[in-house]
Nanobody
């Protein structure tokens, strides 16, 4: 079992920044992939970004490229999402996700943290 605990959401004005954190605990192994997804009201959950265990491979949705940065601290089993130049359309519940290996489905999810961007 893996547990994911997110933090860092909140309310920010358009153009502002927020940093989300997701701490993993339990039987994570050493080659896991972590990602962020988001779900806006009335919309399906969508992929935002992901990072491999060594931090070498990072993937971003087109909508956040150049504004969001994912990083990880393996010593702390924590992944971060730095969100800059936030837009009202970034408003959503953000979920952290865990996959035990590359190309495996995300098996564990965090509880979600609300990000609200006001115009």
């Amino acid at each position: 079992q893996v547990q994911l605990v997110e933090s860092g959401g909140g309310l920010v004005q358009a153009g502002g920044s927020l940093r989300l954190s997701c701490a993993a605990s339990g039987r994570t192994g050493s080659s896991y992939v972590m990602g962020w997804f988001r779900q806006a009201p009335g919309k399906e959950r969508e992929f935002v970004t992901s990072i491999t265990w060594n931090g070498v491979n990072r993937y971003y949705a087109d909508s956040v490229k150049g504004r969001f940065t994912i990083s990880r601290d393996n010593a702390k089993s924590t992944v971060y999402l730095q969100m800059n130049s936030l837009k009202p359309e970034d408003t959503a519940v953000y979920y952290c996700a865990f996959a035990s290996q590359v190309a495996r489905p995300y098996d564990y999810w965090g509880q979600g943290t609300q990000v609200t961007v006001s115009s």
